[in-house]
Nanobody, 123 residues
Framework: QVQLVESGGGLVQAGGSLRLSCAAS????????MGWFRQAPGRERDFVAG???????TYSDSVKGRFTISRDNAKNMGYLQMNSLKPEDTAAYYC?????????????????WGKGTPVTVFS
């Protein structure tokens, strides 16, 4: 019923920027929490940024000040603006959503997931 499709990933030089998009379909996600997570090979899927249905944003310490999460409810879209990218940001980035707020943005609390978009940052 809810589908999420990420786009915008790619290869970028360290210090550069990239904007990820998450297109939602099936129903409006106006009241849903949306989040971005990333997973590097052999590592756990980690929280990157989240935004609540009320518009409150939260970030992982590792990206705070560099990444900005936003949403456009009229377009049923979510975004992650990534600036000052570092090689350690390299990972598959996943868009996720949950129908009801559950506090902390832990992967296990998310209801819907996109298939991911790869981001590679080279130095």
């Amino acid at each position: 019923q809810v589908q999420l499709v990420e786009s915008g990933g790619g290869l970028v030089q360290a210090g550069g920027s990239l904007r990820l998009s998450c297109a939602a379909s099936g129903r409006t996600l106006r009241s849903d929490d949306m989040g971005w997570f990333r997973q590097a090979p052999g590592r756990e899927r980690d929280f990157v940024a989240g935004i609540s249905g009320s518009g409150s944003a939260t970030y992982s310490d590792s990206v705070k000040g560099r990444f900005t999460i936003s949403r456009d409810n009229a377009k049923n879209m979510g975004y992650l603006q990534m600036n000052s990218l570092k090689p350690e940001d390299t990972a598959a980035y996943y868009c996720a959503a949950r129908r009801y707020s559950s506090g902390s943005f832990h992967p296990s609390t998310m209801d819907y997931w996109g298939k991911g978009t790869p981001v590679t940052v080279f130095s």
